[in-house]
């Protein structure tokens, strides 16, 4: 059945089946475009996709569900209850997170539950308490404002931000400082500043350059808690590509890789090839490949593009999927665990780009939450070790890379945990590091994440999702406006819809334009 409200006669063409790929098709089909997307995989999801051997099942990358109001937000705007699509599970706990001196703490969206672990770094007294509170009222703000002035709105210029209404919001969020020094404010112990602020790897950055309003992420686990959709996360994109196509009539193509992004000698986008040589036109197309892959790689080259190349990126990873013999009830659904050397361990991701001397880690385990995630009697298990993107690739050692990051994990695991011979329990392994992102997804130097989330790439700072050069080309994901992270490309393609409403069909927006991209200048 084709439930397409009204019949436009334009035909889009779709770069990437990803999450902003699936659910801006699924947007536009709704509008009555002729839509057709193209995905070089021979599955769906992009990092949001499933790894699947001897009956274990893995999370490619995501397995962290915040924010939900934004999911079911995409899923009312396709006249959908997501309740009838997702089975959503919430976890007991958030974290265990465990520090480098066996210490560790449990963080849940219980707040008098976390007050008592705080109480045994913190102490006892009122004040603990009141700066708790204090945290949490903040971040709070962070989070109330950051999604209505970045996920919401659309700015046309520069300027949008210093109207008068802004102004006292923009002093709010503490723009000009980080997670990091947010904490200290509220946090006495060491041990507990690190447990408010690694959450910025969420956004691939260090909590010491990551802007103040990120500790929106903090406030939302606290307060909404961390759900996990039953079947993986990668249900979230199946059922968008259902929707699309079942609904709306949106055609999905797999092991169909796009040469090129075809312009004219106007500027103006016309279409795509195809590596197999066919040539698909089209009234516009959009791009939810990497960013600045894109336009380094499937677009004539072009001084922006050259720039956009030299920005900062977030970190890559090293991950481990492990299929273990036996179930571990030690782990719970997600571990962090910290290294003791916090900030050099950062440094070297993000300033010397490679894998730290003493690496922090996070451990999934999503067969603790899901059992079908393993066969009976078994764990499933992802391991994710940050490191720094190839932006010195030549010459790297990447296998000797991922030999060093897997002995340090089973060695903290072993130390921190009680484990003797961690290795005996794996029985399946599968590893992706900085070459599997670039070769798989096409992912600028291997960066999980995109651009980073810094002040002068954020708002009307990043690239735009309407392309400043080429007409008729538009960009949906994680390096575009408003930024990375699951549910802000779900806000990203909802905005996007906004921007072709207003230039393919002529109606009124829903929210203001977004014209403005400082990259190119």
């Not at 959009?286 to 030299?310: E, H, I, Q, R």
């Not at 945990?417 to 600028?444: A, C, H, Q």
């Not at 921007?499 to 069909?505: A, C, H, R, S, T």
Request: include cysteine; charged fraction near 20%; aromatic fraction near 12%.
């Amino acid at each position: 059945m084709n439930g397409n409200s009204s019949s436009s006669g334009k035909r889009a063409i779709v770069i990437g089946a990803g999450v902003g790929g699936s659910a801006v098709a699924a947007r536009l089909g709704k509008l009555g475009f002729d839509v057709t997307v193209y995905e070089k995989n021979d599955f769906s999801g992009g990092r949001c996709s499933l790894i699947r051997q001897n009956g274990h099942r893995w999370d490619q990358g995501p397995s962290l569900y915040l924010m939900p109001k934004l999911f079911e937000e995409t899923f009312a705007d396709l006249g959908e209850d997501i309740n009838d699509h997702l089975e959503l599970l919430k976890c007991p706990i958030n974290y265990r997170v465990y520090f480098h001196d066996g210490k560790l703490i449990e963080l849940s969206s219980d707040i008098q539950a976390v007050y008592r672990q705080l109480e045994k770094f913190e102490g006892s007294s009122e004040d603990t308490l009141m700066r708790f509170l204090d945290f949490l009222k903040e971040s709070h703000v962070h989070y109330e404002h950051s999604v209505q002035m970045a996920l919401k709105t659309r700015f046309a210029s520069i300027w949008d931000l210093f109207k008068l209404k802004y102004i006292p919001e923009l002093f709010r969020m503490h723009l000009y400082s980080t997670v990091y020094k947010r904490a200290t404010k509220y946090f006495k112990t060491e041990h507990m500043i690190k447990a408010f602020t690694f959450q910025s790897m969420y956004m691939g950055m260090s909590p010491y350059d990551s802007p103040g309003p990120y500790s929106l992420l903090q406030y939302t686990e606290i307060a909404e808690g961390i759900w996990y959709p039953k079947g993986g996360f990668h249900r979230v994109v199946d059922k968008l590509i259902e929707i699309a196509s079942n609904k709306f009539g949106v055609k999905f193509n797999y092991s169909a890789p796009v040469r090129k992004i075809n312009v004219d000698g106007n500027k103006k986008v016309t279409g795509i090839t195809l590596e197999s040589g066919e040539v698909v036109d089209a009234d516009f197309v959009v791009c939810n490949a990497d960013l600045v892959f894109a336009y380094n790689n499937l677009l004539p080259p072009t001084s922006y593009g050259t720039k956009l190349g030299s920005k900062d990126h977030t970190s890559s990873s090293i991950s481990f999927y492990w299929g273990l013999k036996e179930k571990l009830p030690k782990f719970t659904v997600h571990n962090v665990f910290l290294a003791q050397n916090y900030k050099a361990s950062f440094d070297e991701i993000f300033k010397g780009h490679t894998l730290p001397t003493q690496a922090s880690f996070y451990v999934n385990v999503p067969s603790r939450i899901d059992p079908d995630a393993a066969p009976p009697g078994k764990d499933t298990m992802v391991i994710l070790v940050p490191t720094g993107c190839m932006t010195n690739e030549k010459g790297a050692d990447f296998d000797g890379l991922v030999a060093r990051a897997r002995a340090q994990v089973i060695e903290t695991i072993e130390k921190q945990m009680g484990f003797e011979s961690f290795e005996s329990y794996i029985e399946t392994e599968i590893v992706n590091d900085p070459r599997t992102w670039k070769e798989k997804f096409n992912l600028w130097n291997g960066s999980i994440l995109g651009l980073t989330h810094s002040i002068p790439q954020v708002l009307c700072f990043r690239p735009s999702l309407k392309s400043p050069v080429f007409d008729n080309l538009y960009f949906v994901g994680a390096s575009t406006q408003p930024g990375t992270g699951v549910p802000i490309v779900l806000c990203g393609a909802k905005l996007l819809e906004d921007q072709i409403v207003q230039d393919k069909l002529g109606k009124t927006k829903q929210t203001e334009k977004f014209s403005f991209d400082f990259i190119g200048i």
